[in-house]
């Protein structure tokens, strides 16, 4: 592009040179690229290169270390990054402890009762004797109406819930990394397409000042393209800034640190998402949060189970040998013990987890509601992103090619004036960085409807008991 913008400007130079009559009447306006008439004289517009206003510096202050390494830069594949998070994030670990904490609350709620070891001695000391009875005697609760495995049932059906759960957390993590992945990748490519913008300003720079020369703009035209080139220079460093971010937040999800590094993808979408009811649909039928909340519900039936066989009494039995120091022979004591369900037959437990389950069944439907209402902006969001970039891709970026092309033979046939070339050239890039977000927006609505629209890889990993949960009793049974 160098090459070809130094014959132009030969071209400008040897043209403007043969015919100063062709110099004085080819006018251009620099803020704008419209042709105006210079009739002032040369001698008084043109000054000394000294004297014309020096090209700005670059940008200094504060500076980020790290984007200053980039010989050693890394290049990193989606399906790499994805196994990093799987091995490093520390939600999925929390998620896996959460079924382990719900297996454990199974096998608890159904061990059985320990036996009880007592040493009995009734009237110790009487007339000074030993007394009357001593031993030792055993006591046993005997379960009775399957409390025991209908508790474990229920913890179980509960880590089933926790399962759902760690697949959510894996889609969240999954998808957040995705989601950081397309927005690096269309970080990265926004900084290449600043700095071709950059060398535009630059090339505008240069082209002012040798149409100063040649009488062709004027002095504020020169101070607005060093203006311009120096706001290029701040949109190059906002890019280089915004990538830095991106890859941070990437590595963030991740759970461990790598190095800045290029990211190796494609921001193209590869495939149309089915229609919304289709869409709609799978996420009923498939979407972590569906299934989980079903597996709570299942959990919460045999709550109510478990809660309606509470009142029915254990049977406890007590028994052992002794010595009976009055009669002088050996003895054995027996009893069994019930309660009598008279006033306290579990009702209001039972109660609580009726409602418990009804509310499950709302809880049900209402995140099904929450989906499709979390679905309809995703996929909003996709088509219009998806219609935007087609365009652009199709019509749009072609026509400014083209357009760019087409001046740029003018200009060698000397009817239009560089400037008009430039502007051209800025408007190609400007297209490109809108499609450039465009595709990213695609890919990450993309991510996330394939994903179940689950997202927040950083989240703590959810209980398998859902916010609003009556829990009946304090404690596993």
């Known amino acids: 592009m160098k090459c070809k913008h130094s014959r132009i400007r030969k071209l400008l130079t040897l043209a403007l040179s043969a015919s100063a009559s062709m110099a004085s009447a080819q006018q251009a306006h620099f803020s704008d690229g419209s042709a105006r008439s210079m009739t002032m004289p040369a001698d008084r517009r043109v000054l000394p290169e000294s004297e014309l206003p020096p090209l700005p510096e670059v940008p200094t202050g504060f500076f980020d270390s790290g984007l200053s390494e980039t010989a050693n830069q890394s290049s990193y594949t989606l399906d790499y990054l994805l196994q990093l998070a799987a091995a490093n994030n520390p939600t999925i670990r929390q998620a896996r402890r959460q079924i382990s904490g719900e297996t454990a609350k199974a096998l608890q709620a159904g061990l059985y009762p320990n036996p009880i070891l007592m040493y009995v001695g009734e009237k110790i000391n009487s007339d000074g004797s030993a007394g009357e009875f001593q031993g030792f005697e055993i006591q046993q609760r005997f379960v009775t109406a399957n409390k025991l495995q209908l508790s474990r049932l229920k913890y ?28 690096t990748l269309a970080a990265s490519e926004r900084l290449d397409m600043r700095r071709e913008l950059l060398k535009t300003a630059e090339d505008t720079s240069v082209t002012a000042r040798e149409l100063y020369n040649q009488g062709q703009t004027t002095l504020p035209g020169i101070r607005r393209a060093n203006i311009d080139l120096q706001q290029h220079r701040l949109d190059l460093l906002n890019a280089e800034n915004e990538f830095a971010e991106a890859f941070r937040k990437l590595t963030a999800v991740i759970g461990c640190d790598i190095s800045l590094g290029y990211i190796d993808g494609n921001l193209r979408p590869q495939r149309a998402l089915p229609t919304f009811d289709a869409v709609y649909a799978e996420l009923i039928d498939n979407s972590p949060e569906v299934l989980a909340a079903r597996a709570k519900l299942a959990a919460d039936h045999t709550a109510v189970r478990r809660e309606s066989v509470q009142w029915v009494p254990d049977i406890v039995v007590q028994g052992g040998p002794g010595y009976n120091f009055s009669n002088y022979d050996p ?41 499709r209402e979390r679905l309809a902006m995703a996929y909003r969001t996709y088509a219009t992103s998806l219609q935007h970039a087609t365009e652009y891709e199709g019509v749009i970026i072609p026509e400014r090619q083209r357009a760019y092309e087409e001046l740029l033979q003018s200009y060698k046939e000397n009817r239009v004036d560089w400037p008009e070339i430039l502007d051209a050239q800025t408007a190609l890039f400007t297209a490109r960085l809108q499609q450039i977000d465009q595709f990213r927006d695609v890919r990450i609505q993309e991510t996330l409807i394939d994903g179940f629209l689950l997202e927040g890889g950083l989240m703590a990993a959810e209980s398998s008991t859902p916010p609003g949960h009556i829990d009946s009793v304090p404690k596993p049974r």
């Open 156 to 183: 179980r059906q509960r880590a089933q819930v926790a399962e759902h759960l760690a697949i959510a957390q894996q889609y969240r993590v999954s998808n957040d990394i995705q989601k950081h992945f397309y927005q």
């Open 331 to 371: 003895v054995y004591n027996a009893s069994v013990r019930l309660e009598l369900p008279i006033y306290d037959r579990n009702q209001g437990t039972i109660l609580q987890a009726r409602n418990d389950l009804a509310r499950q069944r709302e809880e049900i439907r209402r995140i099904e509601l929450l989906l």
